[in-house]
């Protein structure tokens, strides 16, 4: 993860600094997580996405907190859960990381239950904002 990050902003062509300004975090703490130290949040990753000026699922695969399986949404695709709380643009990262660990405590609780046995998954074409 942190290797990802350090080669993003060396392509990026800025320095350490640079970006810690850009994305709100401090130096020694981006330096900790360019060095495997430190292990971001999602609303971390995500300010570092914004201003590396990559995706943010990138960075949360690339974390974790994405399944890399589901990185790339072929045209039909069943929307998961987790897929539709990192897609969402309208929640912050702090918040999508918290919708994450709730829906894992959930998953997690109930061992034998496949998470589409007690819905059916939400497909693209069909998604509403109300869901």
Do not use: W
Request: hydrophobic share 40%.
């Amino acid at each position: 993860m942190g290797e990802f990050i350090a080669a993003q902003r060396r392509q990026a062509g800025v320095s350490l600094r640079q970006l810690a300004d850009s994305a709100g975090v401090s130096n020694p703490y981006l330096s900790q997580i360019e060095r495997g130290l430190r292990r971001p949040s999602a609303e971390v990753l995500q300010q570092l996405a914004s201003a590396l000026r990559v995706s943010a699922e990138t960075l949360y695969v690339r974390a974790g907190l994405l399944d890399p399986d589901e990185h790339v949404m072929p045209p039909g695709a069943v929307v998961t859960v987790p897929r539709a709380i990192v897609a969402d643009t309208r929640l912050t990262g702090r918040q999508k990381q918290v919708l994450l660990d709730v829906y894992d405590a959930f998953v997690d609780a109930a061992p034998g239950k496949s998470p589409s046995s007690e819905e059916p998954p939400v497909h693209p074409s069909t998604r509403t904002d109300q869901e």
